[in-house]
């Protein structure tokens, strides 16, 4: 299905560039360069202190390196937000989050880590998601020293960072040594098996071209096989049980609307208190700065993701009082 003509109208001069000039993703190492050049990192406001930490990184593995953005001059301990960068597995950069995150920090007064982890196909599944799990066991073990409220950790990630997002909560209560209080997923990547209904649309920014690719890359010999985990696919999960409360928010004419849904719906069937938020006429990415996001739906979208997040924070805060008069 074409869905072009269904595209809302701030967005169709993106589209229609992007349909008449689709990017290359055959091609994993000009990926990530394309990915930077799509989209640079944004400077960061004189108001939003930042630095850089090296975390250690999985055992063998080279460090992890967390960029930490907070109000300045602002002691804690704050809510934090952990954050997964997309890029289909391929690309992306940690400093792609600094609009956003500097958003965050001034809006909602916390702190936003952004974990640069290692990409696929030079490092391919483990080694992503054990960096993302690397990053956040670092960030609790030194929650006092960094001003963080541990009680209040959210953990989100955007397209396969929402797809990391998704595997690291199920990584989280699996291994049992780290917690998270909600988990934010922004049209997350979830599903390597590409036979949903939205799998087989004629769209842009990510298409079904791109989608295969980047699942090879980060699958390699595990692709189009029955053996894919559930921690590389989270959709291949058969518990869903006990895991933090979460938010999906998608685009109507992303690729990933079928996978999404069907997340959602089984995320709520076990238990787990769960918001679907669905953008008519959005494609895949449109609450992204540099692809549209400043339009009325993007901007929408930006502030519910926002009104979530305080929400968020708030009711963990409430319910860590709670306990601790109890």
């Not at 997923?185 to 939205?198: A, E, G, H, K, V």
Request: aromatic share 8%.
């Amino acid at each position: 299905m074409d869905v072009r003509d269904l595209v809302d109208p701030a967005y169709r001069t993106l589209v229609e560039q992007l349909a008449a000039n689709p990017a290359d993703w055959s091609n994993p190492a000009k990926v990530r360069a394309d990915r930077r050049a799509l989209q640079p990192p944004a400077p960061i406001p004189d108001t939003v202190a930042w630095h850089d930490h090296d975390a250690l990184g999985p055992e063998g593995a080279p460090p992890v390196m967390v960029r930490l953005y907070r109000p300045m001059d602002q002691s804690g301990p704050l809510p934090c937000i952990y954050w997964i960068h997309g890029g289909g597995y391929m690309g992306g950069t940690a400093d792609s989050a600094n609009e956003t995150a500097s958003e965050w920090v001034m809006s909602l007064n916390c702190v936003v880590a952004s974990v640069e982890y290692r990409l696929a196909p030079e490092n391919p599944y483990p080694a992503p998601i054990e960096d993302c799990y690397a990053g956040l066991r670092w960030l609790t073990n030194s929650a006092a020293d960094l001003q963080i409220d541990p009680d209040r950790i959210v953990i989100g990630g955007g397209s396969a960072g929402g797809g990391l997002c998704a595997a690291l909560a199920l990584l989280v209560r699996d291994r049992g040594e780290l917690k998270v209080s909600h988990q934010v997923l922004l049209y997350p990547m979830i599903d390597d098996r590409r036979n949903r209904p939205s799998h087989a649309w004629d769209t842009w920014v990510w298409t079904k071209q791109s989608n295969e690719t980047g699942w090879r890359a980060y699958l390699g010999n595990l692709f189009d096989t029955d053996n894919v985990p559930a921690y590389a696919a989270p959709s291949r999960a058969t518990d869903l049980t006990n895991l933090p409360p979460a938010y999906i928010l998608v685009g109507s004419l992303d690729l990933f609307l079928s996978e999404d849904i069907d997340y959602a719906e089984r995320l709520l069937e076990a238990g787990v208190p769960t918001e679907l938020h669905i953008y008519a006429g959005g494609p895949h990415g449109f609450d992204v700065p540099a692809l549209g996001g400043k339009a009325e739906l993007g901007r929408r979208a930006r502030a519910d993701t926002a009104e979530y997040l305080r929400r968020a924070f708030a009711t963990t805060a409430t319910r860590a009082d709670v306990t601790a008069a109890g």
